[in-house]
């Protein structure tokens, strides 16, 4: 089992450009969510997907968008990067809501 | 609102010393609680959790925590840290919220 995985590992933007960073899981589990980690200030909730065909904000979730294509995979979408988005990003998962959460490896994002 | 605090944002410890890294929560209701690591460029990993039952919690390379619901407290202590341990770590809390991480602290250890 992979576990969760992200792709890119690595991005540079230009500020207005726009992306979408990949998020799959195997281990068949029903929540998913995005972090922003960023120095000093621990990770903080983007959004996340309680189950299949449902997603809500979490504590930062303006400048993104998130879709839950089926239960495996949960990607995140800057429509226009601003700097204040260069961040490293990590996605989740979990066997139910709020329980023990999985990590993937995470995608270092930089917006010039 | 639930809230985690990571009093220590940075630890410099030598090498097989002791260590005890310091998480408070605040929640109204029963939580869970758990406390992942990170090492230089990767993701979390889990540490160890309470979820019930006895209240000191072993995890994973010789790391354990004890809960302490008067003092709303999850330190996390190792005897005798090595080189490998350097790492952020991060506690967090569930409670009638989402999950809450604390800023987390950089664990240095000093040859």
């Known amino acids: 089992n992979a576990g969760v995985t992200q792709t890119p590992k690595f991005q540079v933007l230009k500020t207005g450009q726009s992306m979408t960073l990949q998020c799959a899981q195997d281990m068949n589990h029903n929540s998913m969510y995005w972090y922003r980690q960023d120095p000093g200030m621990g990770l903080r909730l983007i959004y996340y997907s309680a189950s299949e065909g449902t997603t809500d904000k979490g504590e930062v979730p303006n400048g993104y968008n998130v879709s839950r294509l089926n239960k495996r995979e949960f990607s995140l979408r800057l429509e226009s990067a601003a700097p204040s988005q260069t961040s490293v990003y990590f996605c989740?998962?979990?066997?139910?809501?709020?329980?023990?959460?999985?990590f993937g490896p995470g995608t270092r994002l930089t917006v010039l | 609102a639930q809230s985690v605090t990571q009093l220590d944002s940075q630890v410099p410890v030598f090498e097989e010393a002791p260590v005890e890294l310091r998480c408070n929560y605040s929640s109204s209701v029963s939580v869970y609680l758990f406390w992942y690591v990170q090492y230089p460029n990767q993701g979390l990993q889990l540490l160890l959790k309470?979820?019930?039952?006895?209240?000191l919690v072993k995890g994973i390379n010789g790391f354990e925590a004890e809960f302490n619901k008067s003092q709303t407290s999850f330190h996390l202590r190792k005897p005798s840290v090595h080189i490998s341990d350097t790492a952020e770590y991060f506690c967090a809390v569930i409670g009638n919220e989402k999950l809450t991480f604390g800023t987390g602290t950089r664990l240095t250890i000093i040859p």
């Open positions: 989740a998962s979990s066997p139910q809501d709020w329980t023990e959460q999985f």
């Open positions: 309470y979820l019930s039952g006895s209240t």
